[in-house]
């Protein structure tokens, strides 16, 4: 019925499936707040929640910003462009600064793993990972077995298949370790340079889309392909990669006549891991991933609780 | 039909119960005589077996029933010192509320801080004509200016003791008793 409340999300891993649960359950209560007059609850008057984003991500922090501004809290967004960051200031000195201002949530990305948890351990402000390196991205996750939810009534064996930068990728991460604990089958497609080492004996690793498609996956999770990593020597070109692993107009043909969900963190990159036709698929789930974000998002803030003793 | 262990004393037994509903359907019934439509909107948990119960009433009696449910979680103003996060029911309104005479249903009104959220959050899904108070226990204790327009029974307590509500819709039988608040 109720859940004790946690400070700070800092991945999946930590969550008990208790806890995924109750967060999932309570976003569909904040996503029927979109369909009213007033879109919006006092849940959080009178709090602050700070978005301290060291990567730029505009989807990500708006989704945030929409999240908290629903629940009546007071946004502010710590500009790094403009703050002392780029003067030499440590992670550490800008969390003594957001201490004294009494913020109440911090939202933070950063390219490093583990900045979040550390910004944790240095403040009694909830801290929510919004993605740190190559580590986690837990609200994404979240956010993507909420959409899932809305159109599977068991996730229990649904298979989804992930494709794209495996092994850079947060969002492949927690995403496939949700899909998992919820007892979903998940798959990786990748090429062989950018395909983890290791990854656990469950999860079948494919190089190429028959293979893949011969698994019978149920959703295809296209994760999006990072220009900066165009230029690494172990990534294939743009159009190399399009070939041979991006949804071309004849995949988006199966996934038609399969009936197959669509899914992608955004922003997309079009004519790499997706055409326009994809774009325009009409099982894609991309719009959703992106609305339902915002409720998964406040449902996260509803439950976290500044100064909440970690057990 | 489990009985609560740490029952004080009954209040009202099953006809009790049912007398009270009768009363305020009639008196509502009565009030709106000229309203083509009624809406009864009642507040998570037991409000809503209450409206429901009303509705039931006002509609054996020939009257057009909307119905509603709300669950006023995120409009509570303790939800920063609770220990616990609630888990959150949801509220369904799906009539239209503009213009509409709504009774706001609670089994019990005590402090009116429930009754505040309440109404707040009723006033964010439109804009009603008219809206109105019943509840089924009216306990003296207010800590804010809220008055039931519709009380099925008035009581002062000592501050140690809580009312309980038992609807047959939901629990299995009609009962209000005076219990002691959990130990925290």
Redesign the interface.
Known sequence: ?????RKDLLDIASLTNEEIE?VL??A???K?LFK???K????LKG?TVLTLFYEPSTRTRSSFEVAANRLSADVTHFDIESSSVVKGESVLDTVETLESMRVDYIVVRHKQSGIPGFIAKNTRASVINAGDGWHAHPTQALLDAFTLREKFKDLRGARALIVGDIQHSRVARSTSLIFRRLGMHVAYLAPGSIMPRETPPEIPRFGNWDDAFAWKPDVIYLLRVQSERMDEPFFPSASEYHKNYGLTDARVEVLKERGLWLMHPGPVNRGVEITDQGMNYEKSLINQQVENGIAVRMSVL??L?PGAIES | MTQPPDKLRQLLDAAGVVRCLDEIAAAIDERWKNESRIALVGVYRRGVPFARALAERLIARGREVDFGKI?IT??RDD??TM?????????DLDFDLEDAVVILCDEVIYTGRTSRAAL??LL???RPRCVQFAVLVDRAGRELPYQPDYAGLRVDLPSEERVSVRFVDGDGYDEVFVRPWPVK
């Open positions: 019925m109720s859940m004790i409340p109750f359950a309570n569909v209560p904040f029927d009213r007059s007033v919006k609850v006092p849940t709090q509803y439950w609780k | 669950d995120q409009y939800l920063q220990t616990v996060v609630p888990k959150l029911e949801g509220s707040e959050e964010d899904f439109g």
